[in-house]
């Protein structure tokens, strides 16, 4: 096992752009990411792969939209994951409720990062990293030091 983390997501584009938003984050933020759009080769067999990724990952960030159809594949992966006893962390996207998180997960704690600072530094905590700062003026961007000291001008 690894410290990577595993994204799992129904293959529909609101999830897949949702994955891909929170994949790009966490890894500027140092998270080893398993995004099968990054990993897999064209060409390669994907059910091995998929199967060696989780089996690696320490932990895995499911990602919950709204309704989605295609959740088989989904499905397979979450079921993977709770039987090898890992770590599995519901996150929703903007337009995903509670009622949308598949049944085997919803008794974990869910998070909505898109939408919410605090959120997305909760999952960086649950996936052993610590977020940076906000008060720290080194880890913010130009814009943010900005919007600050106009705030307090």
């Avoid at 052993?128 to 600050?148: A, C, I």
Wanted: cysteine-free.
């Amino acid at each position: 096992m690894s410290d990577s983390t595993f994204i799992a997501y129904a293959h529909e584009p609101g999830s897949r752009r949702a994955a891909t938003k929170l994949a790009e984050r966490l890894r500027r933020d140092g998270v080893e990411v398993w995004l099968d759009q990054w990993s897999l080769r064209p060409g390669e067999p994907w059910k091995p792969a998929v199967s060696s990724a989780l089996e690696r990952a320490s932990a895995v960030v499911v990602i919950v939209g709204s309704a989605e159809r295609s959740r088989g594949m989904l499905e397979t992966e979450l079921r993977a994951a709770l039987d090898a006893n890992k770590i599995v962390i519901p996150v929703l996207t903007e337009d995903a409720d509670f009622d949308d998180i598949p049944e085997a997960i919803r008794d974990r704690q869910a998070v909505a990062p898109s939408s919410d600072e605090f959120a997305y530094r909760q999952l960086l905590r649950a996936l052993g990293k610590r977020p940076s700062d906000p008060d720290d003026l080194e880890s913010l961007t130009l814009v943010q030091r900005l919007r600050r000291y106009i705030a307090n001008d």
